[in-house]
T-cell receptor, first 114, second 113 residues
Framework: GAGVSQTPSNKVTEKGKYVELRCDPI?????LYWYRQSLGQGPEFLIY????????DSGLPNDRFFAVRPEGSVSTLKIQRTERGDSAVYLC????????????FGPGTRLTVL | GENVEQHPSTLSVQEGDSAVIKCTYS??????FPWYKQELGKRPQLIID?????GEKKDQRIAVTLNKTAKHFSLHITETQPEDSAVYFC????????????FGKGITLSVRP
């Protein structure tokens, strides 16, 4: 079946602009995670959804970052007033449920803030 | 919170040799330990995982061992092939209501033909 998909694959924006990154999880997966991966580093946790609700947003770096998952499927990560330090690959993962189940990753969105 | 460290940061082996990659973790509550392989520009892909109720798991040329007392786990790849060249990440989670993964920094494995 189809895996996790993310759009766009690349996003170039200017400092101060607003961006939205989209994640389509595997159908039926209730748990959805956002991670951020900087060059030469492992993915870092941002936020976790169980269904429609954000169960843990402790990884969001500041209030410029926000994510939603209104119908319990597609999720959108929103970044306001982008800064150059936000440049990274944003990865989405989904799993059947929480509790140590396998997380399947999407291809990521490479965000470049000029 | 959890802290996961990987050693070494790079590893080069001759094709056909074995490779061992080690990780340590800090949170004794962690009970789920996946390994992901990431090729350049691609998504991380799960290659094997282990839960804390077992000490070893094998899948063809790949095995993972876990030492809960010492809080470390290792990835073993036998009969390495050039296509095994990639960045390998270990991760840990407590497998609870929120199974967020804490990743190590990754190890670049190069298999010389």
């Amino acid at each position: 079946g189809a895996g996790v998909s993310q759009t766009p694959s690349n996003k170039v924006t200017e400092k101060g602009k607003y961006v939205e990154l989209r994640c389509d999880p595997i159908s039926g997966h209730t748990a959805l995670y956002w991670y951020r991966q900087s060059l030469g580093q492992g993915p870092e946790f941002l936020i976790y959804f169980q269904g429609t609700g954000a169960a843990d947003d402790s990884g969001l770096p500041n209030d410029r970052f926000f994510a939603v998952r209104p119908e319990g499927s597609v999720s959108t990560l929103k970044i306001q007033r982008t800064e150059r330090g936000d440049s990274a690959v944003y990865l989405c993962a989904s799993s059947e449920a929480s509790g140590g189940r396998t997380q399947y990753f999407g291809p990521g969105t490479r965000l470049t803030v000029l | 919170g959890e802290n996961v460290e990987q050693h070494p940061s790079t590893l080069s082996v001759q094709e056909g040799d074995s490779a061992v990659i080690k990780c340590t973790y800090s949170d004794s509550a962690s009970n789920y330990f996946p390994w992901y392989k990431q090729e350049l520009g691609k998504r991380p892909q799960l290659i094997i995982d282990i839960r804390s109720n077992v000490g070893e798991k094998k899948d063809q040329r790949i095995a993972v061992t876990l030492n809960k007392t010492a809080k470390h786990f290792s990835l073993h790849i036998t009969e390495t092939q050039p296509e095994d060249s990639a960045v390998y990440f270990c991760a840990a989670s407590n497998g609870g209501a929120n199974s967020k993964l804490t990743f190590g920094k990754g190890i670049t494995l190069s298999v010389r033909p």
